[in-house]
């Protein structure tokens, strides 16, 4: 089977990682008969301080074609960051309908927890983050700009279509997993939006009997994803408190180094696009230490989302097993010193 992912290395350690980490995904796929071609993009900040956008103007139809996209990172010190979403990441997740944003949050052996009397395995919950409308709807404007009266509005969008979609996602999920799924909202404040999500999730939900359904306010659940992370297991939400509580999933798991994501097209009528959570980390571009693991999983859900099952289940092994050896070379954020291209050695040795 031969695939072709776009590749957008974009910004500070994101090609770094990126470059480290392609031969480790030819590699894996290679030894399992899969042939598959990575078609570079240079597009992003960098782009955008020498011609002015982040990306060409026909950008969508270069990445149509593709099975998938993977992507480095996004933002630099000297774009401002609603630049770089606006610019690259958002007209990606809306062109291609990628509704669904899948988030695990998995506490590896050998990985310790900022909190106390967690080891390996406690936690392991999935946040689908609804991922192209919400909270984060290009709708809205600023008027008298410079005056006194000067007044800005950002208006959140919820469609019924988006919301069950996001919500059969995770149900989808829930049923795979241990049956609970917990629904994050607001509408004891948010009368209207969350209100309606609160009702689409009673919809939806008779369609899936066997899965146990919690709702929590948002505020509720970010001291929950503190105080008792194990008792998630699927975990849905709107587009910023998806954003928020998947931040605090990473920490509470070791790392953002360790967090990877997928932006899903559901009906795969466009290529997804997969990428770490981390972001560009600009305090540590160019010396060569950022953890390669977040983008690794990454590729393994991109494997698996393009049908190579095998593959991607090579590529999460050789990142526990390699977490679960004491010896193994681990980057600072782990509490080690070795380097990006030591860990991907390391992980080649074990593919």
């Excluded at 009702?199 to 359904?213: C, I």
Aim: a negative charge.
């Amino acid at each position: 089977m031969s695939h072709r992912i776009a590749t957008i290395p974009g910004d500070g350690i994101g090609p770094e990682v990126v470059d480290a980490t392609l031969p480790l995904f030819e590699t894996a796929a290679d030894a399992r008969g899969v042939d598959v071609e990575f078609v570079r993009y240079d597009w992003g900040s960098q782009r955008y301080l020498e011609e002015g956008t982040m990306m060409p103007d026909d950008a969508l139809d270069h990445l149509e074609d593709s099975d998938a996209i993977l992507l480095g990172a996004v933002g630099h010190p000297e774009v401002p960051d609603h630049v770089t979403l606006h610019g690259l990441l958002l007209p990606i997740r809306k062109g291609f309908n990628q509704q669904v944003c899948e988030r695990p949050a998995i506490l590896f052996d050998g990985v310790e927890s900022p909190l106390r009397g967690y080891e390996g395995g406690d936690i392991d919950f999935t946040v689908f983050r609804e991922n192209t409308e919400g909270e984060y709807a290009d709708i809205g404007g600023r008027e008298h700009v410079g005056f006194d009266h000067e007044v800005a509005v950002q208006s959140a969008v919820f469609t019924r279509a988006g919301t069950e979609a996001i919500l059969r996602a995770a149900f989808e999920a829930a049923e795979e997993r241990e049956g609970h799924l917990t629904s994050i909202t607001k509408s004891n404040a948010q009368a209207y939006s969350m209100v309606f999500w609160d009702d689409v999730v009673d919809d939806v939900s008779a369609d899936y009997p066997d899965v146990e359904v919690e709702s929590l306010l948002v505020d509720a659940a970010s001291m929950d994803f503190i105080r008792r992370p194990e008792t998630f297991d699927v975990v849905v939400a709107s587009n910023l408190f998806g954003d928020i509580l998947t931040d605090i999933g990473a920490i509470v798991t070791g790392s953002m180094g360790l967090a990877p994501s997928g932006n899903i097209n559901v009906e795969g009528e466009y290529p997804s696009m997969f990428e770490p959570v981390h972001g560009s980390a600009p305090d540590i571009v160019g010396r060569g230490v950022a953890n390669p693991l977040a983008t690794v999983l990454s590729g393994a859900m991109l494997f698996e989302d393009v049908g190579e099952t095998a593959v991607s289940e090579a590529l999460w092994a050789a990142v526990r097993d390699l977490l679960a050896d004491e010896g193994a070379p681990r980057t600072p954020d782990l509490g080690g010193d070795s380097t990006t291209l030591a860990v991907v050695e390391a992980l080649e040795t074990r593919l």
